[in-house]
């Protein structure tokens, strides 16, 4: 009890006050706002959130709006290496399969665009910004690819990793070397835990952030996450992602955060929620802001990133032209240097060796900068 008016109380306190130049900046054009849950439980099971996502992907398949849903599925090969991998669920239960976010490195335009034009038919997309982008533009020059997309559902992003890191905690929780059967990056509520399944039905469960810490950290990023500004997906037909603010603690079910931006998204939300298929309320987009409250300044700003192109050599252009204070140079380049750490030979000794407490505290610290 008393914890859950301590995350109210902070939550009150930590609420701010977005511009509308900030919500432009940092969400774009968009229609309406929801904190939402999919109805049905069996969809809540291993969704990321609340599996609103799935819940939309299930009723466009089962109302035939399209004959499939792009996603991404977690497949294991050589025994303990887990590899994203996009295919077109055409059941619920292929849905219900590809659940889950993938924090691992993803090719859309070499796996998933040739996937719809073999296709044929009409689909849904899940994707993220950057590949979003690279679908729409794509759709600019075929008219095939054009008809056939029918809904785009972009997820929130603050950015990707390398294989090798989900790698190392694969290993890392491997009891007596026995082959990986499944590997879940994040079930369950707030932070949520990790879960690998091990041949012999051994299951292994730890909290998130035994990955998310060095995920946060920058430790393995995909370098092109550092080109990125854009968070939010800022051309989906609807964007979807996670609620921190600590109110949302005390909820019993995770929701989904979920952003209107075309006719077509929004129509379809409001049906859904019409139809009961939806569980939550229509909420302010500062409502949304406020859920990414720190990464959001911190993902647009490639400002920052960019003024130290002459010491990391990185090339980064600067199309935003943000105002960059202290913090925010200290922050881009600590994560700029955890990246380049992790990929030397001696960096990820390093990592690895670090005590989990320190290398949490190094991750509070750079938060506690982005905060400003
Ligand atoms: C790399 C990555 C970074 C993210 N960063 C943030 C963040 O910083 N802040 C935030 O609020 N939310 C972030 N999200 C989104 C969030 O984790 C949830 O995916 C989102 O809230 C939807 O949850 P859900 O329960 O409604 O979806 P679910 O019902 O679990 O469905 C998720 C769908 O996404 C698909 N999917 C999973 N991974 C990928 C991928 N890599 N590329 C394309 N499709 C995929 C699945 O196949 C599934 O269809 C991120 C997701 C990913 C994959
Ligand atoms: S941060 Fe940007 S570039 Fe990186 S994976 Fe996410 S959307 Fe793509």
């Not at 939806?278 to 859920?291: H, M, R």
Request: with cysteine; charged share 25%; proline share 3%.
């Amino acid at each position: 009890m008393l914890t859950k008016r301590f995350n109210l109380l902070f939550d009150r306190l930590l609420r701010k006050t977005w511009t509308e130049e900030q919500i432009n900046k940092y969400i774009g054009v968009f229609k309406r706002c929801y904190f939402t849950y999919a109805t049905d439980t069996s969809l809540r099971e291993r969704s990321a959130s609340g599996g609103s996502v799935t819940a939309m992907l299930a009723y466009m398949l089962q109302n035939k709006m399209i004959g499939g849903a792009v996603v991404v599925r977690s497949v294991v090969q050589e025994g303990n290496k887990v590899r994203p991998e996009f295919f077109i669920a055409q059941t619920v239960e292929e849905l219900k399969s590809a659940q889950g976010s993938k924090y691992s490195a993803v090719y859309f335009s070499s796996q998933a665009i040739p996937l719809i034009k073999d296709f044929g038919r009409p689909v849904a997309v899940v994707a993220l910004p950057c590949d979003t982008r690279i679908l729409r533009q794509a759709m600019r020059h075929d008219l095939a690819l054009q008809q056939n997309v029918k809904l785009i559902i972009t997820l929130f992003c603050g950015h990707n990793s390398e294989p090798e890191l989900t790698d190392h905690v694969v290993k890392k929780l491997q009891p007596d070397d026995h082959p990986l059967v499944e590997y879940l990056y994040r079930i369950g509520h707030w932070r949520g835990q990790l879960q690998a399944t091990y041949e012999g039905n051994q299951v292994v469960t730890k909290p998130f952030t035994y990955f998310s810490n060095y995920q946060n950290l920058f430790f393995f990023a995909q370098r092109k996450c550092h080109h990125c500004y854009d968070h939010t997906g800022y051309y989906g037909d609807i964007s979807a992602g996670d609620i921190w603010s600590l109110r949302m603690k005390n909820e019993p079910i995770k929701h989904t955060a979920i952003i209107t931006r075309s006719a077509v998204g929004d129509q379809l939300v409001a049906e859904m929620f019409e139809k009961g298929i939806l569980t939550g309320q229509e909420a302010s987009i500062s409502e949304v802001c406020d859920g990414q409250a720190r990464i959001l300044p911190a993902h647009y700003n490639i400002s920052a990133r960019s003024k130290l192109n002459w010491l990391t050599k990185e090339r980064i252009k600067d199309p935003v032209k943000e105002k960059v204070r202290l913090h925010d140079y200290i922050v881009a380049a600590l994560n700029l240097f955890n990246e380049r750490l992790s990929r030397t030979t001696r960096g990820r000794k390093i990592i690895f060796a670090t005590p989990k407490p320190l290398i949490r505290l190094y991750l509070v610290f750079i938060k506690f900068l982005e905060s400003f």
